[in-house]
């Protein structure tokens, strides 16, 4: 396996551009809508789009998410074979609200059944089993241990982080210093590179500016010991080596009409782990990251709008009214049987 993507998925239902939220009672409208998925199959889906052979490593149950899924990694060639069944609802659902330039989430994950195994834990066989070239996840508890593991096995790493994850600052730094390259955005990065404060106001990009960044990345590289790439959106990426020399790159940006932020920093890392397969330096990667980055957020959802054909996608009629003809059908054939006799 070329890379597998280990984590959650989400079943996406994206609403496009609102003027307002709703106030407690209220109601709006938007224009567009998506049902898409996100989480851990967005980079993998990325990266099986650039030609590389991807896994997904996650958790499938008895759920619509699950019968979305399955068909869209069998659609887009990423294989799951690293993945585990449960008879339990397991995909997460998330509400997606874009609003005032960015989006807000409403977000429900299925709870583990009693006694099941951990996912971390899981994720270690996986790995002795596939040894990915390239593995990709978010920093987070128990990490630090699965990453010696990847070290150990010779298994590549790209991390990446979220925010709200500076909360448990010491835990990702910990898991940065142990990956090969470290994904942050810019606002990421500054929270997580200011010791002494962990508030917005510390980490606002737009009063910090672009040398404040560079500067900040050069600082976490060089005491991180971890390759950086920082995502800048409409700005591009800067590669940061650990001898604190910055890149700007710009290239394969494009302009596009914003839609929808969701899933853009997955599409970037996916396509990237991709290009640096096919033998591309670090800075080149990075043209192709953005390149993906741009396109993730000219669509809703992270891999797009789903098809219609799947069990997730708009219009969900398909699938509905099978299994409702088929609920209806039963007790009449029954009834015509019975008459029969």
Not at 109 to 134: C, K, M, S, T, Y
Not at 190 to 205: P, V
Not at 253 to 264: F, M, N, W, Y
Request: one cysteine or more; charged letters at 20%; aromatic letters at 4%.
């Amino acid at each position: 396996m070329d890379m597998i993507s280990f984590g959650s998925v989400f079943l996406e239902l994206v609403f496009g551009h609102l003027r307002e939220l709703p106030k407690p009672g209220e109601e709006v409208f938007t224009d567009e809508f998506a049902i898409s998925l996100g989480g851990a199959v967005t980079s993998a889906t990325a990266a099986a789009a650039a030609g590389v052979r991807a896994g997904l490593c996650t958790v499938l149950g008895d759920d619509l998410g699950t019968e979305a899924l399955t068909e869209h990694c069998a659609a887009a060639g990423v294989d799951l074979s690293g993945s585990v069944a449960v008879s339990r609802p397991a995909v997460g659902i998330t509400v997606v609200l874009n609003f005032d330039g960015d989006r807000g989430f409403v977000t429900h994950i299925p709870p583990a059944a009693a006694g099941e195994q951990r996912a971390i834990d899981r994720w270690r066989g996986v790995l002795d089993d596939q040894r990915p070239a390239w593995c990709y996840l978010h920093a987070g508890p128990g990490v630090p241990d699965f990453l010696r593991h990847a070290r150990r096995l010779g298994c590549k790493v790209m991390l990446d982080t979220s925010l709200g994850d500076e909360r448990a600052r010491d835990t990702v730094v910990e898991c940065v210093a142990l990956a090969d390259i470290f994904v942050p955005n810019a606002d990421e990065l500054l929270r997580l590179a200011d010791t002494q404060t962990t508030g917005a106001a510390a980490a606002d990009t737009a009063s910090s500016g672009a040398t404040a960044i560079a500067a900040a990345a050069a600082a976490a590289a060089a005491a991180w010991g971890t390759q950086l790439v920082v995502k800048r959106g409409a700005a591009g990426a800067l590669v940061v080596d650990t001898d604190g020399a910055v890149t700007e790159v710009a290239d394969g940006v494009r302009a596009v009409t914003v839609r929808d932020l969701t899933g853009a920093g997955d599409n970037f890392a996916g396509a990237m782990i991709a290009a640096l397969l096919g033998g591309a330096s670090l800075p080149q990667a990075a043209v192709a990251a953005n390149a993906a980055g741009s396109r993730a957020v000219g669509q809703l959802g992270a891999v797009g709008d789903l098809p219609a054909g799947t069990g997730g996608g708009w219009p969900l009629r398909p699938m509905i009214v099978r299994e409702a003809a088929a609920a209806l059908a039963a007790p009449r054939q029954r009834g015509v049987m019975e008459q029969g006799r």
